[in-house]
Protein backbone atom coordinates (compact mmCIF):
# COMPACT_ATOMS: atom_id res chain seq x y z
CA UNK A 1 0.00 0.00 0.00
CA UNK A 2 1.65 3.41 -0.89
CA UNK A 3 0.40 6.33 1.54
CA UNK A 4 1.48 10.33 -0.37
CA UNK A 5 0.95 11.40 3.20
CA UNK A 6 4.19 9.51 4.72
CA UNK A 7 5.54 11.42 2.20
CA UNK A 8 4.48 14.57 2.54
CA UNK A 9 5.69 14.08 6.40
CA UNK A 10 9.26 13.15 5.77
CA UNK A 11 9.52 15.86 3.44
CA UNK A 12 8.78 18.38 6.59
CA UNK A 13 10.75 16.61 8.82
CA UNK A 14 13.60 17.60 6.25
CA UNK A 15 12.31 21.05 6.28
CA UNK A 16 13.10 20.66 10.42
CA UNK A 17 16.43 18.87 9.76
CA UNK A 18 17.66 21.31 7.76
CA UNK A 19 16.65 24.66 9.81
CA UNK A 20 18.08 22.94 12.88
CA UNK A 21 21.55 22.16 10.55
CA UNK A 22 21.71 26.03 9.55
CA UNK A 23 21.49 27.08 13.06
CA UNK A 24 23.60 24.33 14.50
CA UNK A 25 25.88 25.94 11.75
CA UNK A 26 25.39 29.60 12.76
CA UNK A 27 25.78 28.40 16.54
CA UNK A 28 29.31 26.90 15.74
CA UNK A 29 30.61 29.82 13.04
CA UNK A 30 29.51 32.07 15.89
CA UNK A 31 30.99 30.15 19.14
CA UNK A 32 34.49 29.64 17.61
CA UNK A 33 34.22 33.92 17.68
CA UNK A 34 33.41 33.77 21.58
CA UNK A 35 36.13 31.31 22.18
CA UNK A 36 38.72 33.82 20.47
CA UNK A 37 36.96 37.24 21.98
CA UNK A 38 35.92 35.83 25.45
CA UNK A 39 40.36 34.33 25.53
CA UNK A 40 39.39 30.65 25.97
CA UNK A 41 37.27 31.31 29.05
CA UNK A 42 34.53 29.89 26.98
CA UNK A 43 34.97 26.67 25.33
CA UNK A 44 32.50 25.18 22.96
CA UNK A 45 30.55 21.74 24.26
CA UNK A 46 29.26 19.13 22.51
CA UNK A 47 25.79 18.96 24.12
CA UNK A 48 23.36 22.06 24.05
CA UNK A 49 22.89 21.75 27.46
CA UNK A 50 26.62 21.82 28.40
CA UNK A 51 27.10 25.09 26.05
CA UNK A 52 24.49 26.81 28.16
CA UNK A 53 25.55 26.01 31.06
CA UNK A 54 28.71 27.31 30.26
CA UNK A 55 27.57 30.38 28.73
CA UNK A 56 25.57 31.45 31.72
CA UNK A 57 28.37 30.91 33.79
CA UNK A 58 30.56 32.88 32.04
CA UNK A 59 27.59 35.61 31.31
CA UNK A 60 27.12 35.69 35.43
CA UNK A 61 30.60 36.43 35.93
CA UNK A 62 30.59 39.69 33.95
CA UNK A 63 31.46 42.72 35.76
CA UNK A 64 28.14 43.98 34.66
CA UNK A 65 26.18 41.15 36.20
CA UNK A 66 28.44 41.74 39.40
CA UNK A 67 27.20 45.50 39.59
CA UNK A 68 23.67 44.19 39.31
CA UNK A 69 24.41 42.01 41.91
CA UNK A 70 25.98 44.05 44.11
CA UNK A 71 22.79 46.34 43.45
CA UNK A 72 20.47 43.24 45.01
CA UNK A 73 19.23 43.08 41.35
CA UNK A 74 19.04 39.24 40.95
CA UNK A 75 16.32 37.88 39.17
CA UNK A 76 15.83 39.01 35.79
CA UNK A 77 15.11 38.21 31.39
CA UNK A 78 17.53 37.84 28.94
CA UNK A 79 15.38 40.84 27.36
CA UNK A 80 16.22 42.59 31.00
CA UNK A 81 19.74 42.10 30.64
CA UNK A 82 20.06 42.71 27.09
CA UNK A 83 18.31 46.73 27.97
CA UNK A 84 21.16 46.35 30.60
CA UNK A 85 23.63 45.65 28.70
CA UNK A 86 23.28 48.56 26.30
CA UNK A 87 23.33 50.77 29.25
CA UNK A 88 26.01 49.24 29.83
CA UNK A 89 27.78 49.80 26.97
CA UNK A 90 27.42 53.24 26.79
CA UNK A 91 30.03 53.31 29.26
CA UNK A 92 32.37 50.54 28.50
CA UNK A 93 31.94 49.32 24.99
CA UNK A 94 34.54 46.82 24.32
CA UNK A 95 33.86 45.17 28.26
CA UNK A 96 30.33 43.69 26.64
CA UNK A 97 30.49 43.00 23.32
CA UNK A 98 31.76 39.29 24.35
CA UNK A 99 29.00 39.46 26.71
CA UNK A 100 26.55 40.61 23.62
CA UNK A 101 27.61 37.46 21.59
CA UNK A 102 27.36 35.04 24.44
CA UNK A 103 23.69 35.94 25.43
CA UNK A 104 23.12 35.38 21.47
CA UNK A 105 24.98 32.05 21.37
CA UNK A 106 22.37 31.25 24.53
CA UNK A 107 19.54 32.49 22.03
CA UNK A 108 20.78 30.43 19.54
CA UNK A 109 20.58 27.18 21.62
CA UNK A 110 17.04 27.89 22.64
CA UNK A 111 16.28 27.87 18.90
CA UNK A 112 17.87 24.78 17.91
CA UNK A 113 16.41 23.43 20.77
CA UNK A 114 12.61 24.47 19.68
CA UNK A 115 12.98 23.43 16.55
CA UNK A 116 14.60 19.97 17.45
CA UNK A 117 10.95 20.26 19.66
CA UNK A 118 8.61 21.28 17.29
CA UNK A 119 9.57 18.37 15.31
CA UNK A 120 9.69 15.55 17.10
CA UNK A 121 6.13 16.88 17.95
CA UNK A 122 5.06 17.33 14.96
CA UNK A 123 6.13 13.70 13.52
CA UNK A 124 4.45 12.58 16.99
CA UNK A 125 1.36 14.18 15.86
CA UNK A 126 1.69 13.47 12.38
CA UNK A 127 2.17 9.43 13.55
CA UNK A 128 -0.92 9.19 15.82
CA UNK A 129 -2.92 9.24 12.65
CA UNK A 130 -1.22 5.63 11.03
CA UNK A 131 -0.13 3.88 14.11
CA UNK A 132 -1.18 2.84 17.79
CA UNK A 133 1.14 3.51 20.53
CA UNK A 134 2.26 7.28 19.74
CA UNK A 135 -0.81 8.25 22.02
CA UNK A 136 1.03 7.76 25.07
CA UNK A 137 5.00 8.35 23.60
CA UNK A 138 5.71 11.22 26.06
CA UNK A 139 4.38 10.09 29.43
CA UNK A 140 6.12 6.43 28.60
CA UNK A 141 9.05 5.90 30.83
CA UNK A 142 12.36 5.35 29.36
CA UNK A 143 12.35 1.14 30.60
CA UNK A 144 9.19 1.06 28.46
CA UNK A 145 10.28 3.01 25.29
CA UNK A 146 11.93 -0.40 23.82
CA UNK A 147 8.62 -2.24 23.73
CA UNK A 148 6.63 0.82 23.17
CA UNK A 149 9.04 0.55 20.05
CA UNK A 150 8.73 -2.45 19.27
CA UNK A 151 5.14 -2.96 19.31
CA UNK A 152 4.68 0.52 16.92
CA UNK A 153 7.36 -1.10 14.68
CA UNK A 154 4.75 -4.57 14.57
CA UNK A 155 1.68 -2.70 13.86
CA UNK A 156 3.28 -0.93 10.83
CA UNK A 157 4.59 -4.00 9.72
CA UNK A 158 0.54 -5.61 9.91
CA UNK A 159 -0.24 -2.18 7.32
CA UNK A 160 1.89 -3.86 4.62
CA UNK A 161 3.35 -0.11 3.13
CA UNK A 162 5.39 -0.23 -0.09
CA UNK A 163 8.72 -0.25 0.48
CA UNK A 164 9.48 3.54 0.12
CA UNK A 165 6.39 4.50 2.81
CA UNK A 166 7.47 1.44 4.97
CA UNK A 167 11.44 3.12 4.42
CA UNK A 168 9.66 6.88 5.43
CA UNK A 169 7.81 5.32 8.25
CA UNK A 170 11.20 3.71 9.73
CA UNK A 171 12.96 6.87 9.48
CA UNK A 172 10.41 9.11 11.26
CA UNK A 173 10.26 6.27 14.04
CA UNK A 174 13.71 5.97 14.47
CA UNK A 175 13.86 9.67 14.60
CA UNK A 176 11.29 10.14 17.84
CA UNK A 177 12.65 6.79 19.22
CA UNK A 178 16.25 8.67 19.10
CA UNK A 179 15.05 11.93 20.89
CA UNK A 180 13.93 9.86 23.68
CA UNK A 181 15.94 7.93 23.94
CA UNK A 182 19.05 10.06 23.92
CA UNK A 183 17.51 13.62 24.38
CA UNK A 184 18.79 16.44 22.04
CA UNK A 185 21.31 15.34 19.67
CA UNK A 186 25.16 16.44 20.14
CA UNK A 187 26.37 19.31 18.63
CA UNK A 188 29.41 18.14 16.36
CA UNK A 189 32.07 20.26 15.95
Request: hydrophobic residues 35%.
Given at each position: ???????????????Y?????????E??T???????????????E???R????S?????????L????????????S??E???Y???Y???N?????????????????D??????????????????????G???I????K?N?K?????????????N??E??????I??I?D?F?F?FL???????
Open positions: MNDNGILEIFKKKSEDEKYKSLVYFIKATVAVTITNGEYQINSIGNKILKDYILRSDCNILKSRNINDYIELKKMQMEMQPMQVYPYKVSLELYELLKIENIEDEKIDYEIDSMKKYLNFNNKKTNSLGLYDSIIVDLKSKYDQSYNYFVIDISYGHKKIKI
